[in-house]
């Protein structure tokens, strides 16, 4: 098996057992164990708000511009939102 395809198995199997790979994803916090991902509830609401706007038919951008002036932080504290960062959300969500 290519090296390139272990590695997508591996990350795979991690991602199924909710472990982190790379960054910690928004609607997520990491466990004291430093491995375990575990929900965080307050962005699990905002990805919901995010999947009924997107259901509305609203794009990326009008929806990082809501969140944005509803003054709901980033994952890292910012005010503002970016469209890739909703694209990136909806897209591990879907």
């Known amino acids: ?4 395809a272990l590695t ?3 990350l795979a199997k991690k ?4 472990e ?7 609607g997520f916090d990491l466990a004291a164990d430093g491995i375990t991902l575990v929900d965080n509830v307050g962005e ?3 990805v ?12 990326y951008r009008a929806i990082a511009r809501e969140l944005t002036n509803r ?9 503002e939102w970016s469209f890739m960062s909703v694209k990136g959300i909806l897209g591990r969500t879907a």
């Open 44 to 46: 699990l609401r905002v």
């Open 15 to 18: 991602m199924a057992r909710r």
């Open 8 to 10: 997508k198995e591996a």
């Open 48 to 59: 919901e708000m995010i999947k009924s706007l997107r259901a509305s038919r609203k794009s």
């Open 71 to 79: 003054c709901i932080p980033t994952k890292h504290g910012k005010p």
């Open 1 to 4: 098996m290519a090296t390139s």
């Open 20 to 26: 982190r790979v790379g960054q910690v994803p928004y």
